[in-house]
């Protein structure tokens, strides 16, 4: 019976061109809450986003994909179910994650001074990812570095450079994380659906993100060929590869 009103919210269509919906459709919602109003937030969050689930009919896949890289110890963002009403719309269920942001940050590896980096609508370390979270958008030269590492012509000199700037543990458990659950739309299958953040004191370190369809496909191949240029000089490396 406990109501909490927030006013001044930044209300934003989300999705991408399998998930996408328009508002008198069934849409997807990210929900800014300082967007207006600086320092607002809801349950210490200042970003949620609300997934319309059209493209997963089990309503399970991102709760499940979440809980799984957790148990791991991976970082991975919050996900639950609610029943969201629009106006006297009854939207029925959908998924709210929270978004990453400083507070996401700031819980998982304790502070928040580090590059944030969102897909977007680029591409892969070597384009113009976009900046969600970094105190200068221009300095960009730990993104840079791992994408002129990843491309290295001779491997003696590649995977060294790698392993300076990746954590390379946690790299392996993304890499098999995302196989294992058949995340066939993330970073090491499709070079989509990803961030990737840069702690100011600490090596960088892929995030899932989109993980609305997983398990779809049950004969999927845990060493196919991978698209990433990270991911794709890790599976070159046979120690790395094992």
């Known amino acids: 019976g406990n109501t909490t009103t927030l006013r001044s919210v930044g209300v934003k269509l989300k999705g991408a061109a399998g998930s996408y919906r ?69 939207m029925g269920i959908y998924v709210l994650r929270e978004g990453f942001d400083r507070t996401f940050l700031k819980r998982e590896f304790g502070d928040s001074d580090g590059h944030l980096y969102d897909r977007g609508e680029a591409g892969d370390v070597d384009t113009e990812l976009e900046m969600d979270v970094g105190d200068d958008p221009e300095e960009r030269s730990d ?3 791992l994408a002129i590492a990843s491309v290295q012509p001779d491997p003696a000199t590649r995977w060294p450079q790698i392993s300076q700037r990746a ?17 066939w739309d993330g970073y090491s299958q499709a070079v989509n659906n990803y961030r990737i953040y840069f702690p100011k004191k600490a090596k960088a370190l892929f995030l899932p993100h989109g993980m609305d369809q997983l398990f779809q496909d049950p004969g999927a191949g845990l060493f196919d060929e991978s698209p990433g240029l990270v991911t794709s000089a890790v599976m070159e490396n046979d120690s790395w590869r094992k």
Request: net charge neutral.
């Open 143 to 145: 993104l840079i570095g």
């Open 167 to 183: 954590d390379l543990d946690r790299l392996l458990t993304f890499m098999a994380l995302e196989r294992l659950c058949g995340h």
């Open 22 to 90: 328009d508002f008198d459709d069934r849409p997807g919602l990210t929900l800014s809450f300082n967007k207006f109003k600086k320092g607002q937030r809801w349950n210490g969050m200042e970003k949620v986003h609300l997934n319309n689930l059209v493209q997963d009919e089990s309503y399970l896949s991102e709760w499940l994909g979440t809980q799984i890289f957790r148990r791991a110890g991976y970082p991975a963002a919050l996900a639950g179910h609610v029943r969201l009403w629009i106006n006297d719309r009854d």
